[in-house]
């Protein structure tokens, strides 16, 4: 039988791995740089990431153009992933870089160790133009994704304001203001943008949106009118109508929910036509009611009631057609007895009684108990 030998010692880092589990071991690799899959502040000690704090110190080193143009790379790099939230923060860093002093940041360095190196002023200061305008154009992209069309809109302006011929800035200024529905701003941008470019595939689809957009609000706005200056014509109309009849009406403070009862004109544009009202029967004796959504004012107590009765509440067969009076309140308090072969419009036209939020109250009550009705409706008016 053969003799294993023994093996070859590992090295200290590999023998202490060896001895983690596989949880530990995946946390100690996202802690190196290159395999992060996100960031880790700690050595796993409770104490500085070395590794990590030496790649943030690169960043900052250079010129500002150098430094701003490697913030702008990163920032390219996750908007082609469609990372917006990081690619946006990116270019953040890269335009507060080019606002920042000119010198590195970090500590002093002692200039006597240093290698003296000229920077060409004219060729450092249109790096960094060029820098900041790409910067605020995909920082407009990234707002224009997250839907921050506002901020879009700034950022295509600082764009604009470094180069003037930037059609991208144009097309996302554009596509932002069609966002807000800010049209004259969207069709300004768009067609300044066409100017630059007049073959440009995205700014003319962007031109015939605009262009349908604006179509469609304006039919809203002529829906809109439309409608207002209908109601309004037939709002006079039944006002004239009213009016004609000698029918008075009262709003308050505690109108009912009506839903869709109103008063209204069958032909709401034709003052002689037919007035129906939504009618409250009450039956305070017995605390019932019933609600008529639309009685004609042509209509009698008589012909509801013929419907209507008998009631399933009324046990002792008290409210027949010929058992019962109508009552209405009078505009002076007291009140005036409904026939129940007299139309509504003639009662309401007699000008002793009002219409109140639109409803009209009829009360019904059995004949042989009206006096006494009357009476305890007497009492509580006085009190």
Known sequence: MATQLPSAALPPAMAE????????????????????????ETDGK?????????????AYEGTRAEIAENFRQQGNECARAKNWTDAKEFYNKAIAALKGPKKSQGEDIDESTMDVVEVDEEVEAKKEKETEEACY??????????????????????TLRLNPSNVKAYYRSGTAC???????????????GLALDPSNTSLKSLSTKIA??????EAVEKARKEREEREAAEKATLALALKSRNILT???????????????????????????FPVMLLYPLQAQSD????????ETLGEHLSYIFPVPWDQEGEYTL????????????GLIKVGKKLTLGKILGSGKCEVVDGLVKINVVPRSKAEGWIEEFKRRKRN
């Open 250 to 276: 009262r709003e308050t403070q505690e109108a009912p929910n009506l839903e869709d009862a109103t008063v209204h004109l069958s032909e709401p544009l034709d003052p002689s036509s037919n007035l129906d």
């Open 322 to 333: 010929d058992s019962v009076e109508g009552y209405m309140e009078t505009i002076a308090g």
């Open 46 to 58: 409770g104490g500085e990431n070395i590794e990590l704090e030496a790649m943030k110190a690169l």
């Open 17 to 40: 791995m060896k001895s983690q589990s596989v949880d530990e071991l995946f946390q100690e690799i996202n802690r190196i740089p290159l395999f992060m899959t996100n960031l880790d």
């Open 178 to 192: 069609l966002a807000l529905d800010k049209l004259p701003e969207a069709s300004d941008a768009c067609a300044r």
């Open 212 to 217: 349908a957009r604006k179509s469609h609000l």
């Open 291 to 298: 609600f008529i959504k639309a009685y004609g004012e042509k």
């Open 137 to 158: 154009v995909n920082r407009a992209l990234c707002n224009l994704e997250k839907k921050n069309y506002r901020s879009c809109i700034h950022d295509c302006a600082s």
